[in-house]
């Protein structure tokens, strides 16, 4: 069965300090991993996906990384729309499903 | 851009009315998919289609129903609403053999 988890939980920054989320997974045969930002009270909007170990993607601030057993989103010098919870999800080979982790949620200070 | 629309943002119903929930998607993608969200339980799957009239059950089925006549339309039905349904739920799609979801706004459901 695959699985997802995402830490930590919640992350509180300043704004300028930057940091990483991680999301560690175990997959029978990694199609993709993908992560999204969703903010309070709306759908998740797709961000990055990554398909193999080494890979690397960046928007703006962010920056998704991937190994073989997790992936990273880097945030460099976040501000306060930077906020959100981001969730990680990976694809296996054998089926059409997406396994979530939990999400972090992040909050970004002034 | 891609456009799923979700067609409620705020429902309210009360224990045992027939809910329907109804998602649009715009771009032709042949899979389409309904979750629900909650705190601590994270985005669980309800059901999905994978092309007009098709459906397969996710993780959580029990209690709901779906319903694809078109291929743009994805329809989700609580035939007898409970208050443990309360929640925010989610439609998304996408094309059939990439991963990438893409997801709606959302429809948050009060049961009361």
């Known amino acids: 069965e695959d699985q997802v988890t995402q830490s930590p939980e919640a992350l509180r920054l300043q704004e300028g300090e930057s940091s990483s989320l991680n999301c560690s997974y175990t997959?029978?045969?990694?199609?993709?991993l993908f992560w999204y930002r969703q903010d309070p009270g709306k759908g998740p909007e797709f961000l990055f996906t990554?398909?193999?170990a080494g890979e690397e993607k960046e928007k703006e601030r962010l920056k998704a990384t991937l190994t073989k057993k997790e992936s990273f989103l880097h945030i460099t010098a976040p501000k306060p729309e930077d906020s959100a919870t981001y969730l990680c999800?990976?694809?296996?080979?054998?089926?059409?499903?997406?396994?979530f982790g939990g999400g972090t949620r992040l909050m970004v200070k002034p | 851009d891609v456009k799923v629309t979700q067609s409620s943002r705020y429902l309210v119903k009360r224990t045992g009315e027939k809910v329907f929930l109804e998602c649009v998607q715009d771009?032709?993608?042949?899979?389409m998919f309904w979750y629900r969200q909650d705190p601590g339980l994270g985005l669980r799957l309800i059901y999905f289609?994978?092309?007009?009239?098709?459906?397969e059950k996710g993780d959580i089925p029990e209690g709901y129903s779906v319903s694809r006549e078109k291929k743009e339309r994805f329809s989700l039905i609580l035939e007898s609403a409970s208050t443990n349904q309360t929640s925010m739920y989610l439609c998304?799609?996408?094309?059939?053999?990439?991963?990438?979801?893409?997801f709606g706004e959302g429809s948050r459901l009060t049961v009361l």
């Open positions: 289609s994978y092309d007009v009239k098709m459906k």
């Open positions: 999800a990976v694809a296996n080979n054998a089926g059409n499903m997406l396994t």
């Open positions: 990554l398909y193999s």
């Open positions: 997959v029978s045969g990694l199609r993709g």
């Open positions: 771009m032709d993608h042949e899979n």
């Open positions: 998304a799609s996408r094309p059939r053999n990439t991963g990438e979801l893409f």
